[in-house]
């Protein structure tokens, strides 16, 4: 369960990418504060999907889902609204119980510096604090992680008691039986047991997703080393694995629907499209005759993005001049590094001031994370990160997105099978 989900700030609106990172350090500070500072390194972007669960079910209100966290090195020390509550707690058991199955496979497996008996003793140890701690906070919230490490000792029986041409599914099963009592007992602590049975199925797709998606990406690695992998063992071809990842996707899509939300936006793009575009990273795209279109905000009639204004749609719109001031010609300069006419340009520091000011922002981590002033020039700079996205906007059918933002966008939206559907609207 690391890795599938990888949402691209220019795939979030401001509101989804502050309520994803809201969820992301609050499942960080609930590792912290539950585990200590080492269960930290557990968290991860797929196990914050519990949380994200938990709070779009409950009849919310923002101030009891939030807290104001201190200054972090991560976000470049500023505060921060932070989830908090029993989905935090949540994920952060179920993470760190993950974390402490996947240290345990790689101890029994020696792989790299598992190998050395030293390293692999450590582990063994972490893995045994770490199966206690989960199974404590689990329980504070009425969830028994005792399923999550039945499902991994089955694993390592069924992959030993595996022969070849079986079918792949037994071997993704254990996986879904955990990934899917996860996600019912959102609804639990959301208290809306209606839920739990539409949220176990979507969690047991999102548990063979992952799986399968897993041993795909690793096949040739695996090969190379001689490791045991299933798609191998079961003699299943790409194309299968493909056509098995790509109706897990569809199916947890069509398990969400039946799930009662309170706020359905960011679920919606996590587990209805951040899966598939995880899918596309491992197999590459699929092939789709469905034209992507949205409403054309100016006459009301539909047109493919880009079409009617040529640009392209994640380009930041021109910019616009202040009232009362004279419009800025179009040879003159703009955009980062330049100052706009009338402005006085920031007095540059010497060098001994510069190089003081950049050690002070590399250690707080402001030049990899956030938006910054240079510490020489003073002028304003994206972060590290920021210029070296993860997004595959550059890709050509990234540009084919629809707007439906009106409710459960994949609701008469044939987009929602072919392109990135743009559902990060405010």
């Known amino acids: ?57 409950a009849a919310r209100e923002d101030s009891s889902w939030r807290r104001t966290a201190g200054p972090c090195p991560l976000r470049g020390m500023r505060t921060a609204s932070v989830a908090k509550g029993e989905g935090a707690r949540l994920a952060a058991a179920v993470s760190l119980a993950l974390a402490s199955v996947k240290i345990r496979d ?175 990273r491992v197999f590459g795209r699929a092939r789709h005759t469905a034209s992507c279109r949205r409403p054309d905000t100016a006459g009301g009639a539909t047109g493919a993005v880009g079409a009617t204004t040529g640009e392209h749609p994640h380009q930041a719109p021109p910019q616009q001049t202040p009232p009362g001031q004279a419009p800025i010609p179009p040879w003159v300069p703009q955009g980062p590094g330049f100052t706009p006419p009338g402005q006085k340009p920031p007095n540059p520091r010497n060098l001994l001031a510069g190089c003081a000011m950049w050690a002070l922002m590399a250690c707080t981590c402001q030049l990899l994370c956030c938006d910054h002033e240079d510490p020489f020039s003073r002028q304003r700079r994206e972060g590290f990160c920021q210029r070296h996205d993860c997004c595959d906007c550059g890709d050509p059918g990234c540009g084919d997105c629809c707007n439906c933002c009106d409710g459960d966008c994949c609701d008469g939206c044939d987009c929602c099978d072919g392109c990135c559907c743009d559902c990060g609207c405010n």
């Open 106 to 280: 790689h101890v029994e497996d020696r792989d790299g510096v598992f190998a050395r008996r030293p390293v692999a003793a450590g582990a063994r140890a972490v893995t045994r604090r770490w199966d206690r701690q989960s199974a404590g906070s689990a329980s504070t919230v009425g969830f028994d992680t005792a399923v999550l490490l039945d499902a991994a000792s089955r694993q390592g029986e069924l992959e030993r008691s595996l022969r070849p041409g079986g079918s792949v599914l037994l071997v993704t099963e254990p996986t879904e039986t955990a990934t899917s009592a996860a996600f019912a007992h959102t609804a639990v602590i959301a208290g809306r047991p209606g839920n739990a049975a539409p949220l176990a199925e979507a969690g047991r797709l999102f548990g063979r997703l992952a799986h399968l998606l897993d041993a795909a990406e690793d096949q040739a690695a695996d090969a190379a080393s001689g490791a045991w992998n299933p798609l191998t063992a079961t003699g299943t071809d790409r194309a299968e694995a493909e056509r098995l990842c790509r109706d897990a996707v569809h199916g947890i899509r069509l398990a969400l629907r039946e799930v009662d939300l309170t706020d359905r936006t960011l679920v919606h793009v996590l587990l209805g499209h951040e899966t598939d575009r995880a899918v596309e």
């Open 1 to 57: 369960m690391f890795g599938i989900i990888r949402p691209c700030r220019h795939r979030l609106s401001e509101r989804l990418q502050t309520s994803w990172m809201a969820h992301l350090c609050g499942l960080c500070l609930a590792l912290r504060d539950d585990h200590g500072q080492l269960a930290r390194t557990a968290t991860n972007y797929d196990g914050l999907i519990i949380s994200v669960l938990v709070e779009a079910q």
